[in-house]
């Protein structure tokens, strides 16, 4: 059967029998539509009259709001799948809802395939049924010129789950703000203008039970707050974060997407109040089990500013199944992000001129990163490594090929008494003083990129197919045109701080200085193909080092066809 990027999932079970049947549903949803699936509730539709059912509305209850939830959860172990429930024809309590729209929804990605659970008495892939299915389908929402239609049952199995409905409701995932016991079947109350944050990195199936929450509670407008700056630094490899512009692009596809009526006014969160803690037109405030705390500071700080206090739903978080022992058990963007360290980001340069029986890696990172580490680890997996610090002492020996233009431009005063150059004393030199720093490097940065090359001679001699240029100024010396990926270490600046000043004898301060005289950990990232990470144990940074080598050995042949 034909795989399609986008489709369109109509369910018309009643929701009580739907939820034991989901997982399958989806499952067979994912084995024919690969990018994004959206998903449209019509409990109790039929299919098989002679008139074309038009879209009905649904109420908004608790039950609705938990089989949302539900639904994103169980679609979580499809993570190639970018799900999205829309929610126009969800309708909460309210005296003031405009009208269903009568006119067709555009979609970001107008789904090439319809499917639906609908079951017909038979069990059959039945004509008329399909065409019923298309014309709802098209009458609601944009969708490809031809668009194919598949009824998944039986598909997803008969007899594995019970027909009759279900009395057990779906475990209880929003707690409102009234004190009083919530139920299934009881409405959710409609309000004009609410607000909802978040980082809101790489979107994730958490992220959008959180905002579908909040598209269903606003009726007229939602304001988003999307961290940015000052709320990222705390944030688990900040680095690998995606741009605000970015976060902002997927997310504002997202939420026209699902509830294209709303007015959606996205913003930077630069404080942890955001526009909660001062706009006194807000009137409620999506929160999930972690935030919950801080929504009911924003609350405080309304009252002490004379504001309303906005109602608060939380939102449970959602369990990740598939988490690593150095992960968070619940979806998150940290995890995401985790699972980014080895993986490749960019496609690796081409470099002609460089031997084509070897590819060279340029390994870099800030100081106290434990670039050094994984230099040593790549070396135990058969790496040739070549050590730019080794390079330099080389260079900087009597005899060595930067030892007469060094004391020529610096004077003998640098040496030592066997004539041997202090590096203490031409690092003094130099550091703080621009002019004198680039004299240096200008001497040294394209003889320590000679001898690298004559390193990588030897390295082709020595029969080695992978070569690790291990620079700390990989990136600063240019010489990123002497490999074919570069690989960044990162750490947080108070751990690399803390590095240094237990491995150097230095002070904080004295370390804060030389990291910040180098380039950042996000400025190298920028210009990496693939980054790693030493803060956790031992163990874990061995598993990222097999990971990345593994990855490196399936695409080495590849990039050598090419450049032969």
Known sequence: MAVFRSGLLVLTTPLASLAPRLAPILTSAARLVNHTLYVHLQPGMSLEGPAQPPSSPVQATFEVLDFITHLYAGADVHRHLDVRILLT???????????????????????????????????????????????????????CPRLASVLLYPDYGIGEVPVEPLDVPLPSTIRPASPVARSPKQP????????????????HNAHKVLLSIAC????????????????????????????????????????????????????????????????????????????????????RFRLENDLEELALYQIQLLKDIKHTENEEDKVSSSSFRQRMLGNLLRPPYERPELPTCLYVIGLTGISGSG???????????????????HLGHRAYAPGGPAYQPVVEAFGTDILHK???????VLGSRVFGNKKQLKILTDIMWPIIAKLAREEMDRAVTEGKRVCVIDAAVLLEAGWQNLVHEVWTVVIPETEAVRRIVERDGLSEAAAQS????????????????VVLST?????????????????????IPKTHQALD
């Not at 007015?263 to 930077?268: A, C, N, Q, R, S």
């Not at 066997?418 to 203490?424: A, L, S």
């Not at 163990?539 to 593994?550: M, P, S, Y």
């Open 514 to 529: 030389r990291l910040q005289s180098q380039m950042s950990g996000q400025q190298l990232v920028e210009q990496s193909h």
């Open 418 to 424: 066997d004539g041997i150059i202090n590096r203490k």
């Open 216 to 299: 269903i509670l606003a009726q007229e407008q939602l304001v988003v707050g999307v961290a940015d700056k000052d709320l990222l630094k705390s944030k688990l490899l900040p680095e690998l974060l995606q741009p605000y512009t970015e976060r902002v692009e997927h997310l504002s596809e997202f939420l026209v997407d699902i509830k294209p009526s709303l007015t959606f006014d996205v913003i930077p969160l630069l404080d942890p109040y955001g526009p909660a803690g001062s706009d006194p037109s807000l009137e409620f405030l999506v929160v999930s089990e972690e935030t919950y705390r801080g929504g009911m500071a924003v609350n």
């Open 535 to 555: 803060l956790w144990e031992p163990h874990i940074t061995q598993r990222q080092v097999e990971k990345a080598w593994a990855l490196l050995q399936k695409r």
């Open 188 to 203: 959710v109350r409609g309000y004009y203008r609410g607000a909802v944050g978040g980082t809101f990195d790489r979107l």
């Open 371 to 389: 670039k050094s580490s994984i230099a040593q680890r790549l070396k135990g997996l058969g790496a040739f490594v070549i050590d730019s610090d």
């Open 89 to 143: 024809n969800i309708r909460t309590k309210s005296t003031f809802l405009p009208p269903l729209p009568t006119s067709v929804q555009n979609l970001a990605h107008p789904p090439e395939v319809v499917l639906t659970d609908f079951q017909t008495l038979d069990g059959s892939q039945y004509n008329p049924v399909k065409e019923q299915l298309v014309r709802y389908a098209t009458s609601c929402y944009s969708c």
